[in-house]
């Protein structure tokens, strides 16, 4: 067994109506103003003046910044700055999934550091702790608010960096399944799939230890068992609460085992073709699962198909391929595109992904090694 280390240096809280304690964190920070990071579609729903009336409720400044886009950009971090400054916020509270949280990271850097973001772009570059921050999902895939990155796009160079540092993660997250429950199910289906895969990619990772696997596992049995419910009915309280905490320790996993060749590839597919990246993920994850079939050397293949298939008999002789079939059926029943084809993504955005693909560092701990005409290849399989 190879050496390993993890720490879990947040404060993790789970149950339906969680949110009520925001009040009692924000005056244990001493916050008497807060910025808030989300988006419009959010503001749509309510769940943005939900958070703002339970923290004003406690007499506490609440400012918000909704101006987000699907994938983040440089320009919208700055701006968030901006606001920030003028507000004199001394905390930071992200809802939302991803894009929210990796925005409050990237403001909380830089309210302390300062510069530009892309200074931080890569392993370990920021300094020290960043400004308080409270995370609030409300999806249950990202797994942002235990994952030590934030994924930025570089509208200039057409890249999605990302900052890497276990000095981002939010001091605070509050996971309450009401938050997740007006989900529409294609968002429900994409960002469910992107937990399976931050599970599976780090159930396979050559960095894997005890500790991911056992947070990867738990993960995925709680997916094949509670994510087409939950797709199916996102009122369904109990399927709500096992897809919230299955994102949650997906994220624990992958934040210690790191992800692979997926992830390396999806990237691109958004800062290229601007699609989500739930949706960018899955359709990938066949054709890199079958490619990564020559390392499956001691049986995690069978396990995870186990997992995805809750409830069924286990199957006699398996082989690495029902895996892949698995999944695609997977995708097919969650209303999820086959095809890159059918998002956007043309010939000649191949190449130029491939190109960054090979450079992060998710392509380095894929299980299967590999080298820029494989993930060319397996764009093309996709396509």
């Known amino acids: 067994m190879n050496e390993f280390k993890f720490t879990i240096p947040q404060t993790v809280r789970f149950g339906v109506g969680i949110l009520n304690a925001l009040p009692e964190i924000l005056k244990e920070e001493g916050a008497d103003s807060v910025f808030l990071v989300s988006d419009h579609n959010l503001e749509a729903i309510g769940a943005v003046q939900k958070v703002v009336d339970i923290v004003e409720a406690a007499g506490i400044k609440c400012t918000c910044f909704l101006d987000l886009a699907a994938n983040p950009s440089v320009e919208i971090v700055n701006a968030a700055k901006a606001k920030y400054d003028e507000c004199e916020a001394k905390s930071l509270i992200a809802l939302g999934g991803g894009g929210p949280m990796d925005v409050a990271k990237s403001v909380g850097i830089l309210v302390k550091y300062g510069g530009d973001i892309r200074e931080y ?8 702790p960043i400004a308080p921050m409270i995370a609030i999902p409300t999806t249950a895939g990202t797994g942002s608010e235990v994952t030590a990155s934030a994924v930025i796009t570089d509208n200039e160079r057409k890249v999605k960096m990302s900052v890497i540092s276990y000095n981002i993660l939010p001091k605070y997250a509050l996971l309450d399944p009401e938050m997740i429950e007006t989900a529409p ?7 469910g799939v992107d937990a399976l895969v931050h599970a599976m990619e780090a159930y396979v990772s050559i960095e894997a230890s005890p500790f991911s696997d056992a947070m990867a596992e738990k993960a995925m049995e709680l997916i094949g068992k509670y994510l087409r ?13 096992g897809m919230m905490v299955a994102s949650n320790f997906a994220g624990l996993a992958f934040a210690w085992a790191r992800l692979g060749y997926i992830h390396a590839m ?4 958004g800062a290229y073709a601007h699609v989500a990246h739930g949706v960018a993920n899955a359709i990938l994850m066949p054709a890199v699962a079958e490619f990564n079939a020559l390392a499956d050397h001691d049986g995690k293949y069978e396990r995870i198909f186990n997992y995805i298939r809750q409830g069924k008999d286990p199957v006699p002789n398996f082989k690495p391929e029902m895996l892949v079939e698995e999944l695609r059926k997977l995708n097919d029943d969650l209303g999820i595109p086959r095809h890159l084809a059918e998002v956007g ?4 955005m191949i190449e130029p992904m491939a190109e960054d693909a090979v450079v ?3 392509f380095r701990v894929n ?4 080298t820029k005409q494989d993930i060319i ?7």
């Open 121 to 128: 772009e890569g392993n370990f570059k920021v300094p020290g």
């Open 185 to 191: 199910a294609l968002v429900a289906a994409a960002c």
């Open 229 to 241: 419910l939950f797709v199916a009915n996102r009122k369904d309280e109990k399927a709500a609460c």
């Open 266 to 269: 999806s990237h691109p597919v």
């Open 345 to 348: 993504v043309t010939e000649d």
């Open 360 to 362: 992060v560092a998710n």
């Open 367 to 370: 299980p299967r090694q590999g």
């Open 377 to 383: 290849n397996l764009y093309k399989q996709s396509m």
